[in-house]
């Protein structure tokens, strides 16, 4: 039988990685990216608007836990890249598995639509020319990412200065002029650390403030000279409630507590919300180049006043608060994601529709790149009919369950609601879901997905 015509949405890390996988199944794919290049978030100055790296953006996970299985990075490469190293790893790997001839550059999916006897009926346009095109496939897989529409926080009252999310911040001096000015960052993620960081250059006479809702726990990205997540894996064997216990106890050999710097004391215990990476803000607040404050009370002109009672005048404001899981190509009553909540099947299939696979909308401690990879390889035994998921019913009692084993101590933020394991995903995919897969497929006899077109 024919084996279906499948449109990948995307050319970031998760497309390349499931058309990379698609390729050496067999499986005939283009490709839709509506940039001039592939690297998604990793393309800095990407002319689709979203990329979020900043011009100083190192990677917070080292290359050690980063690399996919097939493609080591470079050895030469130092323990935590800069942006530019992992877009040229990105681009080699397009290039040594041939991916470019299936990629169809600045042509976006504008709108998906699913035919009522199955199968998908796309409209691109092309970014420079403004022409569409409209084509049908079997096969419709998303891999647009999730860290591409900002997310403001949503404050009393109104703010008079300059404001901007981080996703639109490149350096001191783009977009805006941020010398000799009074600052206020909000959030603690990584973006604020490393914004922040630059920022509070005495340098740039800057004075900054620092505010938290939640606060978190400030790990560091080194341990006795080495990159510290080389000592983190969880053990799949183990109750993952065991491991986040011993974590909780030694974490407090990290120094990752933000009380010792000035920082609200967490409401959430360790690895109950994603902590932040970063060497550099502890001493910037223990240096006094940066103002602690918690969370924001209210906001009137240039003074925003804060939850302790106390105020301050700013002159910027920028928000480092997050994204939206967002689809701009399907219609919102079809499929949408309110407060970032969508239910996926081992965060790939959604119950109900078996020609629509999802890859990458996870936030993967300790990273995203074997992740994705991982969900490629179940994406492409789908497109086969090597892999047959369970009964729909099942599906959605096995999505509860993964939530509570993932989720299910977490705080409960948008940020937390697609926060996983990577290393007890990959081994339950590995050991029980791909060969489960594989005996269901045998058992019916008939690929899942027999291809609707000649």
Same mark, same amino acid.
């Given at each position: ?194 914004i922040t960081v630059e920022l509070s250059q005495?340098a740039l006479r800057n004075e900054v403030t620092?505010?938290?809702? +939640? ?25 993952? +409630? ?35 990476q970063s060497g550099e803000l502890p001493l910037?607040?223990? +240096? ?167």
């Open positions: 039988m024919a084996r279906p015509r499948t449109a990948v949405i995307g050319a970031g890390i998760s497309g390349l990685t499931t058309s990379k996988m698609l390729e050496d199944y067999g499986v005939p794919w283009t490709t839709f990216e509506s940039s001039d290049r592939v690297g998604g978030n990793w393309a800095f100055g990407n002319p689709n608007g979203h990329s979020s790296s900043y011009q100083s953006l190192h990677i917070d996970t080292s290359k050690h836990q980063l690399s996919f299985r097939d493609f080591p990075m470079p050895e030469d490469y130092p323990d935590f890249p800069h942006h530019t190293l992992i877009k040229q790893y990105l681009d080699a790997y397009a290039d040594a598995f041939g991916l470019r001839e299936g990629i169809e550059f600045e042509n976006g999916v504008e709108h998906a639509e699913r035919l009522p006897g199955g199968g998908w009926e796309l409209t691109t346009r092309h970014r420079r020319t403004g022409q569409t095109e409209t084509r049908r496939f079997d096969l419709l897989v998303v891999a647009n990412g999730h860290h591409w529409d900002p997310r403001t926080a949503d404050f009393p009252g109104e703010f008079t200065g300059e404001t901007i999310h981080s996703h639109h911040y490149i350096d001191p001096w783009t977009p805006l002029h941020l010398m000799d000015r009074r600052i206020l960052v909000v959030g603690l993620g990584n973006s604020a650390a490393d005495r620092l505010s938290t809702r +939640s606060s978190a726990w400030i790990v560091p990205k080194l341990i006795g000279g080495k990159a510290a997540d080389m000592n983190y894996r969880t053990i799949p064997q183990i109750p993952l +409630s065991w491991q986040r216990k011993a974590a909780q106890w030694g974490q407090r050999f990290t120094y990752s507590d933000p009380t010792l710097y000035g920082l609200p004391a967490p409401n959430h215990k360790f690895f109950e919300a994603h902590p932040t910037r607040l223990k +240096s006094g180049d940066v103002t602690p404050k918690g969370d924001v009370a209210r906001l009137d002109g240039e003074t925003v006043h804060f939850e302790d009672g106390t105020s301050a005048d700013f002159d910027v404001i920028i928000y480092a608060t997050g994204y939206n899981l967002t689809f701009p190509f399907f219609d919102p009553e079809f499929l949408s994601a309110p407060d970032n909540r969508i239910d996926l099947y081992k965060r790939i299939i959604k119950p109900g529709l078996d020609d629509l696979l999802f890859v990458g909308f996870a936030q993967a401690t300790p990273t995203l790149f074997p992740f994705v990879e991982c969900q490629a390889r179940l994406v492409a035994a789908y497109a086969v009919g090597e892999y047959v998921p369970p009964s729909v019913d099942e599906m959605r009692r096995v999505i509860r369950a993964d939530d509570e084993l993932y989720m299910g101590h977490m705080l409960d933020r948008p940020r937390h609601t697609h926060q996983l394991d990577y290393f007890v995903y990959e081994h339950q995919m590995r050991t029980k879901e791909l060969p489960a897969g594989r005996r269901r497929a045998q058992a019916q006899g008939v690929p899942v997905l027999a291809g609707r077109s000649s």
